[in-house]
């Protein structure tokens, strides 16, 4: 596999004024969960500002199991516009979720995602379309958030920071649902959990190039917002996840087994202490904590070490048996028919 290119977020000062030739195919996915005072006027902004980018394009709205009138109106704009493509899930299943079926529906060369709930500006579509022949995903950045400070904005800076630091692929918003993917870039990810605002950490071992650019932020003027502390202990829950898979997915016992031999080694040292201890001095070590705990962490030195080689056996098992390779091709050059 060659060498990975830049995946830090490059921040886009002069965006290109038109879409890239070879974009026949525009897919805009839309999850939405009880939006149903926002959805006409989403629709209509939409509505005019895609045929502006000169190409085809498809809307893909996905109910999320609402329990509002959304599920009936987006029938009815499936029904008197062509462009629309609705999805209705049968329950809430989250919004990782409800990205994840409109991208096995989307047919278009670029995915663009995001928000339903008109704090995203559909005007800024063109501008990321103008900058993804030059990247492979495109990132939106709500500089101006209009959110409160202390319950959305200061979380989310601190979430941002955490994030680019522990992957390595530094973006200003994350959370900023606003992003335009190349379709090679979504068609060999699978998202679970609350994966989708990690999308560029996760590509990012795909060797993409990620830019951001500055987007519109509006204040949400209708229906309530879905985010909470809950999902903010998600959000920390699944970096670890991403940590993990970006670093150690096929190679498990790097993980495991470096902590276990840290494990084992300080409580052979202690053990070790405590027996010369005993043999050199006649000290009583048999009611002595530290003698316990040297056993611990023998034990679970032990333990870790013997899970990595377990993970081992799986990650083979999950490559050999679904022939999933370690690598990824970009481009094929020279290839001569046979």
């Known amino acids: 596999m060659e060498e990975k290119a830049p995946v830090s977020g490059e921040g886009v000062s002069e965006v290109p004024k038109n879409a890239p030739a070879w974009l026949k195919r525009l897919s805009v996915v839309v999850p939405l969960y009880n939006e149903e005072e926002n959805i006409e006027e989403l629709h209509r902004r939409l509505a005019d500002v895609l045929p502006s980018t000169g190409v085809d394009y498809e809307i893909i709205y996905v109910d999320d199991g609402s329990t509002d009138g959304t599920a009936e109106l987006l029938e009815g704009l499936a029904l008197s516009d062509s462009h629309v493509v609705a999805l209705s899930l049968r329950r809430n299943f989250g919004q990782t979720a409800a990205f994840a079926a409109g991208f096995d529906f989307a047919r278009g060369d670029v995915i663009v995602t995001m928000d339903g709930d008109l704090q995203n500006d559909p005007a800024d579509i063109p501008r990321l379309l103008a900058c993804i022949d030059r990247y492979d995903l495109v990132s939106g950045w709500r500089r101006k958030r209009k959110d409160p400070f202390f319950s959305r904005r200061l979380p989310s800076m601190v979430a941002n920071w955490l994030i680019s630091k522990v992957t390595g692929v530094r973006l200003h918003d994350y959370g900023c649902s606003l992003k ?20 560029p950490a996760v590509a990012s071992w795909y060797g993409v190039r990620v830019a951001e650019v500055e987007t519109t932020h509006h204040r949400r003027h209708r229906g309530s917002s879905k985010y909470g502390i809950s999902r903010t202990i998600k959000v920390v829950l699944d970096l670890i996840t991403v940590k993990f898979l970006q670093s150690f997915s096929t190679k498990p016992i790097q993980f495991f087994g470096l902590l276990g031999l840290g494990a084992g080694s300080a409580g052979f040292l202690i053990s070790l202490y405590l027996t010369l201890r005993k043999l050199l001095f006649g000290e009583e070590i048999g009611s002595r904590p530290l003698l316990l705990l040297g056993i611990l962490l023998i034990i679970v030195g032990i333990q870790l070490i013997g899970m990595g080689l377990i993970s081992e056996m799986l990650v083979r098992v999950y490559h050999e048996s679904q022939r999933k390779p370690i690598y990824v091709i970009k481009e094929i050059l020279g290839q001569k028919e046979k």
């Open 180 to 199: 335009a993917y190349r379709r090679e870039v979504i068609k060999n990810l699978n998202l679970y959990g609350e994966m989708h605002r990690f999308i």
